[in-house]
């Protein structure tokens, strides 16, 4: 059995880095793990982190930490389970987008050359739905980097406890 490293072994991280510095380490999280403002974890190198960042903190891929000891970590969208989402048109996709949006669910939009598509967190119950709208079904594994909302800036459902979180991001 082994020991649960002593708390002088944990790196602190408590605060956000934009500046040019590169980062020395890496943090892995899923979509659900970015949107914790306290949590332990293990950075790629395998040093144990505490996070304890201000409530309300949603990281993003490609964001950087600076550690209490001064190393730069960078954020790292971690691939998950999702289903993408595609329509025969763009109404039919706004519609889409409508009725996630309408359930308060994280989303991602985004376009390629196959043409625009919706990627959620895997649910089969949304997937029921997607289908019953007509939407194309893909499951697939990767990073989830959904939109921030148009109230990023302050849109709460005070006290429900739910994904209205999402509404709280910083914008790309």
């Known amino acids: 059995m082994s020991a649960e490293p002593a708390a002088a072994d944990v790196l602190l991280i408590e605060a956000l880095y934009d500046g040019a510095e590169h980062a020395a380490e890496a943090l892995e999280l899923d979509f659900n793990l970015r949107t914790k403002s306290r949590l332990r974890a293990k950075l790629a190198s395998g040093v144990e982190a505490g996070l304890f960042l201000p409530?309300?903190?949603?990281?993003?891929?490609?964001?950087?930490?600076?550690?209490?000891?001064?190393?730069?970590?960078?954020?790292?969208?971690?691939?998950?389970?999702?289903?993408?989402?595609?329509?025969a048109s763009a109404v039919e996709l706004a519609r889409a987008a409508y009725h996630l949006g309408n359930r308060h669910v994280a989303v991602q939009v985004g376009s390629d050359a196959g043409g625009g598509w919706l990627r959620i967190q895997a649910d089969h119950v949304l997937e029921g739905m997607l289908a019953g709208l007509g939407a194309q079904l893909v499951k697939l594994h990767a990073p989830f980097e959904p939109e921030a909302g148009?109230?990023?800036?302050?849109?709460?459902?005070?006290?429900?406890?739910?994904?209205?979180?999402?509404?709280l991001m910083a914008g790309r």
């Not at 109230?151 to 429900?160: E, F, N, R, V, W």
């Open 55 to 87: 409530r309300g903190t949603i990281l993003r891929g490609g964001q950087k930490l600076r550690a209490n000891d001064g190393r730069i970590v960078e954020v790292r969208a971690a691939p998950e389970e999702l289903i993408e989402a595609r329509c």
């Open 150 to 167: 148009a109230y990023a800036h302050g849109h709460q459902h005070p006290g429900d406890g739910s994904g209205a979180r999402i509404h």
